[in-house]
């Protein structure tokens, strides 16, 4: 199989000695073709000299960074007054060209303070190719405006904040959205099939991935039956 896709914990496999990505436990992302040796970085943060270290060590080269969405724990910025790497570190070793949702592309720009010409803007349904695996990437507001999810070769879904195993995203943040949030997990995501495998961008779960059948049966977020209902739980 020519597809190339890595889950990265940070804390665990990157950033070891990271206290805060110990405590935020985000995943990193590979997604690649072995054949052309060429690879995509999803939400490079807190040590990207790490990952482009596991992409080398397989073989592999960084050569375009996909992003879920503009918060600094994926982004890298600052969160709390902690400052975290992401993008612009990012750039400073390769200059790439950096997928962002269109109605994300400020927001990244202001957390990041990378240039806008850094930044390539897509709407939902665009593929992005690296060799020959395609990835499409989905429009999910709700979390943040332009929250996005990457669909790998019609069998991985790479969902950021949008879903976990268990839960979903925040919406009280700046930019979240209950109703548009609900929107895109029952509609949005609804094209994904249940064989396809959930990689979240969180270990909020005692699994890192499980199928989207199986998260559709247990996730509590797909319990209610009606806008009103899942708004009455979560807006």
């Not at 109703?179 to 779960?205: F, I, M, R």
Request: proline content about 5%; aromatic content about 8%; charged content about 25%.
């Amino acid at each position: 199989d020519r597809l190339y896709f890595r889950q990265l914990l940070a804390g665990r496999d990157i950033a070891k000695t990271d206290p805060i990505a110990r405590q935020m436990v985000n995943f990193v992302y590979l997604i690649g073709d072995r054949e052309t040796g060429e690879a995509l970085v999803v939400d490079p943060a807190y040590d990207v000299r790490g990952v482009l270290d596991v992409a080398a060590a397989d073989d592999m080269r960084v050569t375009g960074a996909l992003v879920t969405h503009y918060h600094p724990d994926h982004v890298g910025g600052d969160m709390m007054g902690y400052q975290i790497s992401g993008l612009r570190e990012l750039l400073m070793r390769q200059s790439v060209p950096v997928h962002v949702q269109a109605d994300e592309a400020e927001w990244v720009k202001r957390v990041t303070g990378v240039d806008r010409s850094d930044l390539v803007d897509h709407r939902s349904g665009d593929v992005v190719s690296v060799g020959a695996v395609n990835v499409e990437l989905i429009h999910t507001p709700g979390h943040t405006p332009g929250s996005q999810c990457f669909l790998v070769d019609g069998r991985y879904l790479v969902s950021g904040d949008t879903l976990f195993l268990e839960g979903c995203g925040r919406t009280d943040l700046p930019g979240g959205d209950p109703a548009q949030l609900y929107e895109s997990l029952t509609q949005k995501l609804a094209k994904v099939p249940d064989d396809a495998v959930l990689y979240p961008g969180h270990l909020y779960s005692a699994e890192p991935s499980a199928t989207m059948g199986e998260t559709r049966r247990w996730n509590y977020v797909f319990k209610p039956k009606t806008a009103d209902e899942w708004l009455a739980m979560f807006g």
